[in-house]
């Protein structure tokens, strides 16, 4: 059964700062990894997908990585900005047809 | 292109009603799923439905939850007789099949129960 861990639970840091947020998964044997981002009350927005045989995705001031063989994913935010502020979830897709999510982190980031 | 369709947002029932959730995936997406994220909690799977197949309700609890996809229409998540347990937050999210391009998630159905 797939396990999907995020540290840290929450996070808050002054702006501008480049951070990096983790998420570790327990089977390897993924179809793909998305980060996602909610804010308070919310529904999800998708920031980042990985697919199983990419190392790494960009997207403007993101950036995520993925290490299958160490079941390791990051999520690094540059020069992070107050609109940042909001709970980040990792997912893991492992047959196609459901995502395994962790608990998230509350990052935020301070003017 | 509307994106995954929810509604309503909000839904307040007394104990013992039922309730009915319903997501309209994005366009082009044959893939439906149900996920439940309950107060303080992760988000967990409950259901995948293909249209008028149930593929895996492995997340489904097992009494006074049903989903469907019929040919036309939305897809459908019932709870009857709920509880004060069932208040959460229900997200449905769609892909196309393979799943290999990511799931799109919709705003979600905040459920209290009174």
């Known amino acids: 059964k797939q396990e999907v861990t995020q540290i840290p639970a929450a996070l808050s840091v002054p702006e501008g700062e480049n951070l990096v947020l983790n998420c570790s998964f327990t089977?390897?044997?993924?179809?793909?990894l998305q980060w996602f981002r909610q804010d308070p009350g919310k529904g999800l927005t998708s920031l980042l997908l990985i697919q199983s045989s990419q190392r790494e995705q960009t997207s403007g001031r993101l950036n995520a990585s993925l290490d299958k063989s160490s079941g390791r994913s990051t999520l690094y935010i540059a020069a992070s900005q107050p609109g940042d502020s909001a709970t980040y979830l990792c997912a893991v897709d492992n047959a196609g047809n459901m995502l395994t999510f962790g608990g998230g982190t509350r990052l935020m980031v301070k003017p | 292109n509307a994106g995954v369709m929810q509604n309503p947002r909000h839904l307040v029932r007394r104990r013992g009603q039922e309730a009915r959730l319903r997501c309209s995936p994005m366009?082009?997406?044959?893939?439906v799923y149900w996920y439940r994220q309950l107060p303080e909690e992760g988000l967990k799977f409950m259901v995948y439905l293909q249209k008028e197949n149930i593929i895996d309700e492995s997340g489904m609890p097992k009494e006074r939850f049903s989903a469907e996809f019929p040919k036309e229409g939305p897809s459908i998540l019932r709870i009857q007789q709920v509880v004060r347990g069932d208040s959460a937050a229900y997200f449905c999210?769609?892909?196309?099949?393979?799943?290999?391009?990511?799931?799109?998630f919709g705003s979600g159905t905040r459920l209290t129960v009174v």
């Open positions: 089977d390897s044997a993924i179809y793909n």
């Open positions: 366009k082009g997406h044959s893939h």
């Open positions: 999210a769609s892909s196309p099949p393979g799943g290999l391009t990511g799931y799109t």
